[in-house]
């Protein structure tokens, strides 16, 4: 499969980015690990003039400390953010639901704000991203704007990202001391889910104080399980009151009918898969 | 298993588990694959395919794309004449199947998507792709027919000028062929007093999916034309592209270099094959054609795709006594080089180990808008063996017997061999109860048995079942008498050459054509013992007609049982020339020598000539016996005089998670029978990949078209194939009945693990579910139906024909996220 042609541009600062985005406009792409953008060339699905290499950005990668939230950049590579001590500490779910993404290889080049900008519905990192109330933080010709989960998902592929801007890192507020557990359903190991749930748990003596659930490839874009959650907290972790609030996980969605299971199908999976994820996150011995 | 790789010297080859070594180039990439080849002047072809299922085509404009840079011609059918040749029917089942055309290239109308339209030559693989984008065709889209069910129906026409979609109908009656009586009268009697099973099963469509894709270079600048294909057939591709370009044989040259797995895919004479001997020949330079994964996935020829409706009857206590098999064959677009006969490969199998008193089989092949179907490993005996393997189990329950009890109450007993079956063949060895009794032991079935009982008993949300598979099948094609019996337009021997260096190297060469089996390993091991020389002092030669002039290629588990012993014939035949130069040099008679440890010895004396030195004496030719020829190359073709009839017991332990459908596999053993083991760790590589191909259709791959006939499992995201990731270990292992047909004793492996494993799992699947009111899950078993199946008492019904976008051209911007109209190059 060979690409259409393209020229090709490296910046090494996030305005000299925009800067090439404001030239080539729509005629330009922008590639961060390429897993998603490589096969949409080579297979032809869009032959962009321009591609914009992100990758010798350096203020986009790593990730870092800032007090109440840690900022994730964008171009940090799915390997990294699967390992990475302060993901762990404060976002377990973020890092358990990495872990899970794809195989070792589109791992050590996938980036975390590509898979995020990618917006692919069936990705592993919306819903845990939207369950923990990250920010989207993204550049632009006007300078940079911040924007909740809630706006930054508009629909299948579809971001708050416009063609002039950038998203250049994630910011998650510190969820320290949560359980976490990312419950994903596939066929084969390196397939993305058919169903997902991410929950992460404030537990205290046995009383759930904080909950957070979100659901992948359950609609056009990640959810949240609002009302499961709302289930959750407040309760004494029992096996009833999990059950009880896991059955609500399929309230009001809308899931795609694929290969891979119908809607109806995936309405039930999500149920099952809500109650294992808040169980396993409790650590709870009942099944 | 680990491979040791010093051995004492008085130890045979025969046996050992030597690493192959042909790995160490093929896994490095040091080799050189089709597409690696680069000769100076070369041009690139792009096909432009259809994207439409049945369309007639009302216009070509190619004038963008002749003038996009690089390109040296578009070609569209027009531009062709009859020197293009055509995509041969080497078997044409009955005299009068309905055969549509099949010229490489589409003229008027095209018949699946995909199927090539124009073809662009350029300077780089590259300005081909991008001119094979400009090129506008105009197509008026005609109804299609996809399915089975809807093609035998003849309302929509695959080919409406053959006026129906039914290509052959192929009848086997064992009242008619006097090998056993009626199946009409053993079911009416069991239907009176007795038991009568009536089901229908699904083969879902496969991709074959080897690794290497299809590639093809021809070098037309030569005396001869040379053609390097990524094949698994070059003798019968050098016939094929003789026989219908007109191109004298003489002229034409096939290689096939070291290719990249076939799994029977690459068993195939390919339009794109032809097309870049065409473009080669017209244009005056070497070309090359490479297929991109989605155009072989969706152009290459699929596998399996029937239906079989069966009916088997038995007395009460369970013992069979008729089996009735009605089959519908899905051709695809065109009748493949042997699409027709793959079902009929599998009718003589569905008696498989069992003693049936009457036997009918009645196959039709149909015609569709889909991509051809034609060999997938195992051929028609994989459908075979998981129809009566779900029977039997069926029987059993309804008996209310263990599985294992109702098999062996059927099957041909030991004693009993050689025992000729109902379906009119002649197994020569075999020793079911066995292969089943190691099989038991090493799986542990009581205690699994017990553990399925509590976990029953406690309605565990995770149930487990047990399946089982007792094959066999016939392999080691084929006697050529017997394929001519059955209008195949081919032979099956093998043939073999062995020549010795004047250095005292051995140089084998054989007709069979190696894509990733180890013969270079197992065709030394052979050698070496024979002629008592060191294992690496044999080379194997293969896969170029103008070295291996002679040979029926590899496919259907042959190579070894029929390629093998052409080999020991070659060889005996040196041993035989040799023997009066020996005498003569080593001033004895004849009569007083002996072969042993690779040399000649006079007996009683300690006096002695190796192999070796006997070809150096004989390459200086000095002191020669009058009238013995300087020669002790010689050569051997092997026609085998029967099948091959590998068995085994595979075992196989599923859990389900009621809840999710989710299936995962707790245990697989099998003990196979394939006679004697030339590589026990080549035969241990081709029983595990054997298997997961096997597991893979019962859980996972499912070639899926919409009911406009567009592949929708068109690429790897939604095709499934299996990675180590999705598998266990396996634990296998061996019973030893010698093959009487070959003086090895071998029996073939390719596809054995692949023809029994599919049916163990099914079975075990179907047995977890059995308190749930379950007798079937259709495959493959995806979650989504075992739940259904769960829930509805069904066997899971269809699934949705639409694949998940993960790829999206609008990815990562805002506004809309539609797709572009399906553009399939
Ligand atoms: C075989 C395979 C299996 C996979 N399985 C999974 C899976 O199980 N789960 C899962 O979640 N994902 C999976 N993925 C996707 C993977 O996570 C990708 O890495 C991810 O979707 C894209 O990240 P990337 O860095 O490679 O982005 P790229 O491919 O480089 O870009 C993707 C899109 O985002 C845009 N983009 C990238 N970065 C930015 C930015 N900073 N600002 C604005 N736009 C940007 C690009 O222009 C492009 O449109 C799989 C991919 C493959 C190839």
């Known amino acids: 499969m060979i690409p259409a042609s393209f020229d090709y541009v490296a910046p090494t600062t996030v305005e000299e980015a925009l800067a090439a985005l404001a030239q080539y406009g729509d005629e330009a792409k922008v590639i961060a690990g390429g897993q998603s953008l490589l096969p949409v060339l080579r297979m032809r699905l869009n032959a962009p003039e321009w591609v914009i290499d992100l990758g010798r950005i350096d203020s986009l990668r790593g990730i870092r400390d800032e007090g109440d939230s840690i900022l994730v950049g964008a171009t940090t590579r799915h390997s990294d953010v699967a390992t990475d001590p302060l993901v762990a500490e404060h976002a377990a779910l973020v890092a358990r639901a990495t872990a899970t993404v794809a195989d070792a290889q589109v791992r050590h080049r996938g980036t975390f704000g590509g898979a995020l900008a990618h917006a692919d519905p069936a990705g592993d990192l919306g819903a845990p991203a939207l369950a923990l109330d990250a920010e989207f933080v993204i550049a632009g010709p006007g300078g940079e704007r911040v924007v909740p989960g809630s706006e930054f998902f508009q629909g299948l592929f579809e971001t708050a990202v416009s063609e002039d801007e950038l998203l250049t890192g994630v910011r998650i507020p510190k969820h320290t001391g949560w359980t976490a557990h990312y419950e994903k359903f596939v066929r084969v190991a390196h397939q993305w889910p058919i169903c997902a749930v991410g929950a992460t748990l404030k537990v205290s003596g046995g009383v759930i104080e904080g909950a957070a659930i979100g659901l992948t490839n359950m609609g056009s874009t990640p959810l949240r399980a609002a009302g499961v959650e709302q289930a959750l907290v407040g309760q004494q972790a029992s096996e009833e009151v999990v059950r009880n609030a896991a059955a609500l996980a399929a309230d009001g969605v809308e899931p795609p009918s694929d290969l891979n299971g119908d809607a109806d199908y995936r309405r039930h999976l999500v149920t099952v898969l809500t109650r294992r994820a808040i169980t396993k996150a409790l650590g709870a011995s009942w099944t | 298993m680990t491979a040791v790789e010093a051995r004492p010297d008085n130890a045979t080859e025969i046996g050992r588990d030597r690493r192959r070594k042909e790995d160490a180039r093929l896994i490095t990439g040091r080799t050189r694959w089709t597409d690696n080849i680069n000769l100076p002047g070369m041009l690139h072809l792009a096909m432009v395919r259809s994207p439409f299922a049945h369309a007639n085509i009302t216009g070509i404009d190619t004038s963008a794309a002749e003038s996009s840079e690089g390109v040296v011609a578009v070609l569209s059918a027009k531009d062709f004449d009859e020197s293009l040749g055509a995509c041969i029917n080497a078997w044409p089942i009955t005299p009068d199947q309905k055969t549509p055309d099949h010229p490489p290239i589409a003229g008027d109308r095209v018949s699946f998507a995909g199927e090539i339209v124009a073809v662009v030559a350029a300077r780089s693989a590259a300005a081909a792709r991008d001119a094979a984008e400009m090129v506008e065709v105009d197509y008026e889209e005609l109804p299609a027919v996809v399915s089975l069910e809807e093609a035998v129906k003849d309302e929509v026409l695959a080919h409406p000028d053959l006026g129906t979609n039914k290509s052959a109908l192929w009848v086997f009656d064992s009242a008619q062929a006097g090998t056993g009586g009626s199946v009409d009268d053993a079911i009416s009697t069991a239907r009176q007093d007795g038991i009568v099973i009536e089901r229908t099963y699904r083969q879902q469509r496969l991709i074959p999916a080897f690794m290497e894709p299809r590639s093809v270079v021809c070098d037309p600048t030569g005396e001869q034309i040379t053609v390097w294909s990524a094949t698994q057939i070059p003798h019968i591709l050098r016939f094929a592209l003789a026989a219908t370009t007109g191109v004298p044989e003489s002229k034409i040259r096939v290689i096939a270099p070291d290719v990249g797995g076939g799994f029977g895919g690459k068993l195939q004479q390919t339009p794109e094959e032809m097309l870049v001997f065409a473009m080669a020949r017209r244009l005056g330079k070497p070309v090359k054609y490479t297929e991109t994964r989605s155009e072989s996935l969706m152009a290459a020829h699929h596998g399996r795709d029937q239906i079989q409706k069966l009916t088997l009857s038995a007395t009460k206590d369970g013992q069979v006594t008729g089996l009735k098999v009605e089959?519908?064959?899905?051709?695809?677009?065109?009748?493949?080089?042997?699409?027709?006969?793959?079902?009929?490969?599998?009718?003589?199998?569905?008696?498989?180990?069992?003693?049936?008193?009457?036997?009918?089989?009645?196959?039709?092949?149909?015609?569709?808008?889909?991509?051809?179907t034609d060999a997938y490993r195992g051929a028609g005996r994989p459908e075979a063996t998981y129809a009566i393997e779900r029977l039997m189990d069926e029987l059993a329950v309804e008996v209310g017997v263990d599985p294992l009890e109702i098999?062996?109450?059927?099957?041909?007993?030991?004693?009993?061999?050689?025992?000729?079956?109902?379906?009119?063949?002649?197994?020569?060895?075999?020793?079911?109860?066995?292969?089943?009794?190691?099989?038991?032991?090493?799986?542990?079935?009581?205690?699994?048995?017990?553990?399925?009982?509590?976990?029953?008993?406690?309605n565990d949300p995770v149930q487990l079942g047990i399946g089982v598979s007792t094959f066999t099948e016939?392999?080691?094609?084929?006697?050529?008498?017997?394929?001519?019996?059955?209008?195949?337009?081919?032979?099956?021997?093998?043939?073999?050459?062995?020549?010795?260096t004047p250095t005292g190297k051995v140089e084998v060469i054989t007709g069979a054509s190696a894509h990733g089996q180890g013969h270079e390993t197992a065709f030394s091991q052979i050698v070496a013992d024979r002629l008592g020389v060191p294992f690496e002092d044999v080379e194997v030669l293969h896969g170029d007609t103008q070295i291996a002039a002679k040979g029926y290629d590899t496919y259907g588990s042959r190579s070894l049982v029929v390629g093998g012993e052409a080999l020991v014939r070659a060889a005996d035949k040196v041993l035989e020339k040799a023997k009066p130069i020996a005498a003569h040099l080593l001033e004895a008679s004849v009569e007083d020598l002996e072969f042993t440890g690779g040399k000649w010895t006079v007996k009683g004396t300690d006096q002695g000539m190796s192999i070796g030195e006997l070809s150096t004496a004989v390459f200086a030719a000095h002191n020669l016996p009058d009238g013995v020829e300087a020669n002790l190359d010689s050569e051997a073709t092997f026609d085998p005089e029967n099948f091959n009839f590998p068995h085994g017991t595979?075992?196989?332990?599923?859990?389900?998670?009621?809840?999710?459908?989710?299936?995962?596999?707790?245990?697989?053993?099998?003990?196979?029978?394939?006679?004697?083991?030339?590589n026990p760790l080549i035969v241990a590589g081709q029983v595990h990949g054997g298997l997961v191909q096997g597991i893979a259709q019962a859980l996972w791959e499912d070639a899926v078209y919409d009911d406009a006939g567009t592949l929708v499992s068109g690429s790897f995201v939604d095709y499934l194939l299996p990675t180590a990731a999705d598998t266990i270990s396996f634990d296998i292992d061996h019973t030893t009945s010698p093959s009487t047909t070959n003086t090895l004793g071998t029996k073939g492996v390719g596809e054995a693990g692949t023809i029994a494993s599919t049916p163990a799992v099914v079975n075990a699947i179907v047995d977890a579910l059995r308190p749930m009111g379950v007798n079937d899950v259709a495959m493959p078993c995806t979650p989504e139906r075992v739940w259904r199946a769960i829930n509805e008492g069904s066997a899971g019904g269809g699934t949705t024909d639409a694949a998940a976008p993960h790829f999206d051209p609008s990815t990562g911007m805002s506004g809309t996220a539609d797709r572009p109209e399906g553009d399939v190059q």
Request: glycine share 10%; charged share 20%.
């Open chain 2, 474 to 500: 016939m392999c080691g094609l084929a006697p050529s008498r017997v394929l001519g019996s059955l209008d195949y337009g081919a032979g099956g021997w093998e043939h073999a050459q062995v020549r010795l």
């Open chain 2, 650 to 678: 595979h075992l196989c332990a599923m859990e389900v998670d009621t809840e999710t459908g989710q299936v995962k596999m707790r245990k697989y053993v099998c003990c196979d029978d394939i006679g004697n083991i030339i």
């Open chain 2, 407 to 458: 098999r062996e109450k059927n099957w041909i007993n030991h004693e009993e061999f050689p025992f000729t079956t109902v379906a009119g063949l002649t197994y020569d060895s075999g020793d079911y109860a066995t292969a089943t009794a190691k099989a038991k032991e090493m799986f542990g079935y009581d205690e699994l048995r017990r553990e399925q009982a509590e976990r029953r008993a406690n």
């Open chain 2, 327 to 372: 089959l519908d064959a899905n051709l695809g677009a065109y009748v493949a080089i042997v699409g027709g006969g793959v079902p009929v490969l599998g009718a003589f199998m569905f008696n498989a180990i069992y003693k049936f008193p009457a036997y009918q089989f009645n196959c039709q092949t149909v015609l569709t808008n889909t991509a051809w």
